[in-house]
């Protein structure tokens, strides 16, 4: 990812109470490709030229005539650089991002779709259904942090939407495969798209891939954070998880 974008903050707005909203804005966006929205920017918050801290945010949207990228955070919190950041980010306050990294688009030749994960998934998952063909038929799973977190989403009449609001007590992504399990399976070939904590994944790969038999190069499953680790452990975790995984079919 050698693009580099200096921007500032041109606005900081919540979107639900476990969301913020940030676009950036800055005149090297001139040269940043359109058409990546599901795809990522890392964003640097490295303190000096020692230290890299770089997370990775999906690309909501891009609007190049007025130069502004739009970047959903879930705040989760004061305990990672980017929660924190987001949580406080003032207009005008300069960040650097680098990229765009692969989009990650679902496959408009299946039957049905079965889309979700969890707040992190959010951005990717809203701007996948804004780009879905209109006859597409299926299921939305997102699980939320409450019941406040619902969002907004545009999506065809034949994809059904359900919430799922994480207990406290259970572990994240839990209900996900729980409520995957459950759903009423449509004729046809399905695209499974999942993306969220990193045992939730795991756990969602074993049902695909196990019980279902689907061929993990006919799905999107990825994970984006691990519970308990910064980003820097979920790389370490996914590399261990990849090198110990027998069937090679390592989350992404
Ligand atoms: C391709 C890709 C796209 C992504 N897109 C988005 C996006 O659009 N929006 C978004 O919010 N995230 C997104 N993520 C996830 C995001 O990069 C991670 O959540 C990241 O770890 C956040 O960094 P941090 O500095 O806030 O926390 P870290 O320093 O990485 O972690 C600190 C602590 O926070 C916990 N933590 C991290 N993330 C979460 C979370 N989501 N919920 C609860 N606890 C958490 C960790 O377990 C750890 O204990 C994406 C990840 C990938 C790989």
């Not at 692969?102 to 951005?123: E, V």
Request: charged letters at 25%; glycine letters at 8%; a neutral charge.
């Amino acid at each position: 990812m050698r693009n580099q974008y200096d921007l500032v903050v041109y606005s900081n707005l919540s979107v639900t109470p476990h969301m913020r909203r940030i676009k950036l804005h800055g005149e090297s966006l001139k040269a940043f490709p359109t058409g990546q929205e599901t795809g990522y920017v890392k964003v640097d918050f490295s303190k000096d030229k020692n230290t890299k801290i770089m997370r990775s945010y999906t690309i909501r949207a891009f609007d190049p005539e007025r130069r502004l990228l739009t970047l959903d955070f879930v705040d989760h919190g004061d305990l990672g650089p980017a929660s924190r950041w987001a949580r406080q980010a003032k207009k005008g306050a300069s960040i650097r991002v680098f990229g765009p990294g692969a989009t990650k688009l679902l496959d408009p030749h299946a039957d049905w779709y079965l889309i979700g994960g969890d707040m992190s998934a959010l951005p990717a998952i809203g701007a996948n259904l804004e780009a879905l063909r209109a006859d597409a038929k299926g299921y939305v799973i997102v699980e939320i942090l409450s019941q406040e977190d619902q969002q907004l989403l545009n999506l065809p009449t034949g994809m059904e939407v359900i919430w799922l609001i994480q207990e406290d007590s259970d572990p994240p992504n839990k209900q996900l495969v729980e409520t995957i399990r459950a759903v009423n399976w449509l004729p046809g070939r399905v695209y499974p798209w999942f993306a969220g904590e990193f045992d939730g994944m795991r756990n969602m790969r074993a049902y695909f891939r196990d019980e279902k038999n689907i061929d993990i190069h006919s799905m999107y499953l990825s994970c984006y954070w691990k519970l308990g680790a910064t980003d820097e452990g979920m790389k370490r975790a996914k590399r261990i998880d990849a090198e110990s995984d027998l069937e090679g079919t390592n989350i992404q």
